[in-house]
């Protein structure tokens, strides 16, 4: 099984602050790699897919990037709606793993 | 509207059975597998599982294996998701979502609202 781990767990940062958030898996494949991002008390949000096409509807202040096993995910300019916790996970093979999570709140 | 609707709240006795149902709208039910997540208090989620409701084949996670069963109702687009034995730790929300069954590998673009299952 492929596993992925986060990292930071948790970031704080003032509004307009770059966010970047890292994802690693523990063995290298194709880009098939998602980020989610999910509201307190919410459903999971797909934000990005195959590590750096943004899904639709999804603001541009949002991009992901990365291969193999190191991925991130950037936010711009972070606004006060960007609080949430993002996950990414691996939809190349099952089980589709997904990571930890980092939380993201306004400083 | 595209959209998945999931059953209501459950609270289960350890040792019992949960059978969960998402209902799929809006469209083309054959041409998305359905999967199932188990979302506990702080963790991320974790994937149980798939079923392609064209066939009817599934895959289960390890963890799972032996204790969940999915399957699919074609005459009302819904799949179903029964987790049997249940323990303490499955207190969690559970989530469908669907990906897409065509051209390769797919994200998860569009979920159900959740169904708390609490055991005690």
């Known amino acids: 099984d492929i596993q992925m781990t986060q990292s930071p767990s948790y970031v704080s940062a003032s509004v307009g602050d770059r966010v970047t958030i890292s994802c690693r898996a523990s063995?290298?494949?194709?880009?098939?790699l998602a980020w989610y991002q999910q509201k307190p008390g919410k459903v999971p949000n797909l934000l990005i897919y195959a590590a750096s096409t943004l899904q639709s509807g999804v603001p541009s202040r949002f991009s992901g990037s990365g291969s193999g096993t190191e991925f991130t995910l950037t936010i711009s300019s972070l606004q006060p709606e960007d609080v949430a916790t993002y996950y990414c996970q691996n939809y190349n093979s099952v089980p589709y793993t997904f990571g930890p999570g980092t939380k993201v709140d306004i400083k | 509207q595209v959209q998945l609707v999931q059953s209501g709240a459950e609270v289960k006795k350890p040792g019992a059975s949960v059978k969960i149902s998402c209902q799929a709208a809006?469209?083309?039910?054959?041409?998305?597998?359905i999967h199932w997540m188990r979302q506990v208090p702080g963790q991320g989620p974790e994937w149980m599982g798939m079923?392609?409701?064209?066939?009817?084949?599934?895959k289960y996670a390890q963890s799972f294996q032996g204790r969940v069963t999915m399957s699919r109702d074609m005459s009302t687009n819904t799949v179903y998701m029964e987790l049997s034995s249940l323990r303490f730790e499955d207190t969690a929300v559970f989530y469908c979502?669907?990906?897409?069954?065509?051209?390769?590998?797919?994200?998860?673009?569009?979920w159900g609202q959740g169904t708390v299952v609490s055991v005690s």
């Open positions: 079923i392609n409701p064209g066939g009817g084949a599934t």
């Open positions: 809006g469209y083309a039910f054959t041409s998305y597998f």
């Open positions: 979502a669907r990906s897409a069954a065509w051209g390769g590998k797919h994200p998860f673009d569009i």
């Open positions: 063995q290298g494949f194709n880009n098939f």
